[in-house]
Each structure stands twice: as C-alpha cells, then as structure tokens.
T-cell receptor, first 109, second 112 residues
Framework: AQRVTQPEKLLSVFKGAPVELKCNYSYSGSPELFWYVQYSRQRLQLLLRHISRESIKGFTADLNKGETSFHLKKPFAQEEDSAMYYCALAQGGSEKLVFGKGTKLTVNP | NAGVTQTPKFQVLKTGQSMTLQCAQDMNHEYMSWYRQDPGMGLRLIHYSVGAGITDQGEVPNGYNVSRSTTEDFPLRLLSAAPSQTSVYFC???????????FGPGTRLTVT
C-alpha cells in the first residue's frame, strides 16, 4: 500500500538558515510526488511537483528513487515560509492523493 | 472565477443530526474530491468523483455519502453525525493533471 511519511511534526529554524523538510514514501509503481503548503488561515495550495523540477519561492525538491525520498529544501529560510507543509503522492496518473501527516515549519526572526 | 467554494464555513452539530456540506467549482473540472484534515493525521480522502454521475470511495468513506449530479457541484452528506467526525473538511477539484488540485477554503465541523 502507498504511504507517505513526514518524520518531523514540527521544525523550527532561524531566518536565513537552510531548511529541509523530509518526506519518504512507499509505493510499488512509478510515483508522482508533490509538496502542498497551507499558510495560516489559508487554503491548501500546490507548492511543487516533482515532474516539473521547478523552484517555487526558493524551494526545491528532488525525487530520490533509491532512497524513496522527496525532501523539500530551501537554502535561506524567510519568516513568511512559516506554514504547514504536506508531502503527497499520486498513484501514476491518478488524481487521488495520499498525504503525509504534515510538518509545521516555524521560521524565527 | 470563484474557484472552489464551500459552505458553510463553520458548523456545530449534535450527535445523530444529519447535514450536507456544499462544494461547487466553476472551472469545469471533471475531478472533485473531499478530504478531512485532522491534527496529526494529515489529509485523508473521503470520496471522489471523476465526472458527473460517477463517485467512488476514498480512504475513510464510512458515515459519509456523496453524489455528483452536475459537473459543478459535489455535496458531502453526513448521515448521522458522530463526535469522531469533528474535523476540517476540504473539497478539491482538478482538470485531470495529477497533483494540480485546487482546494476550497474548508468547512470546520464540530459534533458534540
């Protein structure tokens, strides 16, 4: 069965420090992975898709099939990055998402 | 273009009561879904629909019903509310690209 694991419930860093939010997955097929972000009092929104290999708001994420990981990274965290981050997996081509339990990132001044 | 809208924003129910959470989208998306968000549990899929007249169960469907009579609307019905259904409910839609899902603002439901 597919599963997404985000080992850290909470992550706190100082402004300007690098940040890495971990995501590991288990899936037997070819996974499609995503990062969603939920800022305070706002709806969930898509941050990154592994297929597009893009950088959004300074964040990047690389799919490592050998380690079954899709960690989210940013070299210099900003206070406005404070939010809840969810890693999600879609079965190949499906729109049904399996979410991790989320990591709450706090960036301190 | 309002995107995905949900009503009500907040609701308090007594155990045993029934109600319908409304969801509508104006983007002509074929795919719509309902998730519940619980602290420490992330988001879990309740029901989804790949088009008008077609629905299927997600990970946690018990206690919920859905129907999809139009492309635009996808209501979620709680048949007999239980305290375990206290949660934030998100409706979402997409146009067929995995992961490019647009979420609604959520409905915060409390069952006492």
């Amino acid at each position: 069965a597919q599963r997404v694991t985000q080992p850290e419930k909470l992550l706190s860093v100082f402004k300007g420090a690098p940040v890495e939010l971990k995501c590991n997955y288990s899936y037997s097929g070819s996974p499609e992975l995503f990062w969603y972000v939920q800022y305070s009092r706002q709806r969930l929104q898509l941050l990154l898709r592994h297929i597009s290999r893009e950088s959004i708001k300074g964040f990047t994420a690389d799919l490592n099939k050998g380690e079954t990981s899709f960690h989210l990274k940013k070299p210099f965290a900003q206070e406005e990055d404070s939010a809840m981050y969810y890693c999600a997996l879609a079965q190949g081509g499906s729109e049904k998402l399996v979410f991790g339990k989320g990591t709450k990132l706090t960036v301190n001044p | 273009n309002a995107g995905v809208t949900q009503t009500p924003k907040f609701q308090v129910l007594k155990t045993g009561q029934s109600m319908t959470l409304q969801c509508a989208q104006d983007m002509n998306h074929e795919y719509m879904s309902w998730y519940r968000q619980d602290p420490g549990m992330g988001l879990r899929l309740i029901h989804y629909s790949v088009g008008a007249g077609i629905t299927d169960q997600g990970e946690v469907p018990n206690g919920y019903n859905v129907s999809r009579s139009t492309t635009e609307d996808f209501p979620l019905r709680l048949l007999s509310a239980a305290p375990s259904q206290t949660s934030v409910y998100f409706c979402a839609s997409s146009y067929g690209l995995a992961g490019k899902i647009v979420f609604g603002p959520g409905t915060r439901l409390t069952v006492t």
